[in-house]
């Protein structure tokens, strides 16, 4: 087994807003080290870093927008989050929970701040992914899980070096809870000062890292709080150190390998299947949710 080492340590970028609700970091595709074939099967990744939102009394977020042909994965590490669509999925999340929404032949949604929190204000921090579905799924019915913090698996690491926390995929024989269109893991390393653990996946598996919080050592490199750690594809095994306190987001999925035609909410295999997903939005093939 070789040890994998670090393509980039990449520093967020300034952030931008989606909706007035998402203050976001993009690490996916925009970045030019990171586009949507680099991180396949994880197209897209936003991160909304730590950061106070006042009380308002009108819900920030984002209105009515549709999807197709690939999943939104959602996962709260502070504030609360409403999630509705129109095949009848949603829900709200906080703290530790995980909304897994699989748009597939299409859903409208929207996404805002629960209410109670809108009201009172207070600390937001959210990862957006864009999961891709493999072309045969694509067109699969919608689907939505709901996934609490008390659903997750968790590895407890020897010498209370912390644990690994599993929404998807599996750690040393731990699984997530997540069901998934094609082989991915999906975790948080949390780990004390001084904790260590060692990640294990196909050298072939793109594999990323976003420390959440802390900081740590992949391998030998440090990597603090925002960044983002794009792993080279030239062998198995790396490992991660806290230097304080940490929390790390770890992705690792098999690339799908299929041509990509993408635009806006829309990611389908050729131009003539966006060209219908348009179309389809349009004619109202969507079904309906009121904004
Ligand atoms: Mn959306």
Known sequence: MATRSIEAVVTPRPPHYVGDGFRVHNFIPSDQRLNMIRMDPFIMLD??????????????GVGVHPHRGFETVTIAYAGKVAHHDSSGGGG?????????MTAAS?????????????????????????????AKHKMDPPGYQGIKASDMGRHTLHDGAGEVEVIAGD??????????????????ARLNAGGEVEFEFPAHFNTALLVIEGSVQVNDRNADASQFVLMANNGERFTIR????????????????EPIAAHGPFVMNSREELIQAFEDFNTGKFGYLED
């Open 47 to 60: 991160y909304n870093a730590r950061f106070y939102f006042p009380p308002s009394e009108k819900p920030r």
């Open 242 to 257: 806290a230097t304080e306190k940490s929390v790390v987001l770890v992705l690792s999925g098999e690339p799908l390998r």
């Open 106 to 134: 299409g859903v409208l949604h929207k996404e805002y701040h629960e209410e109670q929190f809108s009201k009172e204000g207070g600390d937001f921090q959210m990862v957006q992914l864009w999961v891709n579905l493999p």
């Open 171 to 188: 750690f040393r024989g731990t699984a997530g809870p997540a069901k998934t269109f094609s082989p991915l893991h999906m975790q948080h």
């Open 92 to 100: 709200v999340i906080g703290e530790g929970d995980v909304q897994w």
